[in-house]
């Protein structure tokens, strides 16, 4: 055996080494987050029992070709918002987590297409002005009544000033009689939470 396959093997084994590596720290820091989130619910009063893996709503527009895992699915007990899934993204410039709030939808299941929404920050000055006003994009009736919610733009102005300055998205999931509400991952206030149980209750007449 020459020194270039020797090199090759020994070159396989520290990639294979490494894969494992990143893959065990990634497990563990997915169920660190999922038991930061449970515990901050507990915490505000919010508590859900932790479902089981392998859940149907934990595979959700998930595939094991997405770089995407579900690091744990929370049942809350009261509200608009039914489940939220930890979602853990692996990609070449490492590991993100978002949270996927999940929403019982089955009314979007008709034959009109359905389409995402998200939401739109309009600042004083670009890119680092302060936020002064929000506008949701997409789809047509979702978006309307929206916008026409005072009261959730209040709350949403607010948490932007203080702790809350991500993004939303809304996707519509009708193979599954779910809508997902994605944020990045970050313990919600109380007031961020019930902002996003407002966007769910819409949801669910919509």
Known sequence: MDWSS???IVMGALVAIGLSLALRKRKKAGLLKREEFCQ?????????PLLEKGSDQEKIRLSRFSGQRSEGII?????????????????????????DYLVKSPNITGKRLLKKTRLIRKRSQPFWGKVVAIEW????SLAQ????DY??????????????????WIFPEPKHEYTRI??????PSP???KAIDIIAKHIKSW
């Open 182 to 187: 994605r944020t990045a991952y970050s313990l």
């Open 75 to 99: 049942k809350l007990k009261d509200g608009n918002i039914d489940l939220v899934n930890v979602i853990s993204v692996t990609s070449q410039y490492g590991t993100s987590y978002f949270l």
């Open 145 to 148: 009544s929206l916008n026409f």
């Open 6 to 8: 020797i090199f090759s």
């Open 151 to 168: 009261s959730l733009e209040d709350k949403l102005l607010q948490s932007d000033a203080k702790d809350f300055r991500g993004n939303i």
């Open 191 to 193: 007031e961020v939470f």
């Open 40 to 48: 901050h619910l507990e915490e505000t009063g919010m508590e859900g």
């Open 137 to 140: 994009r997409g789809d047509e």
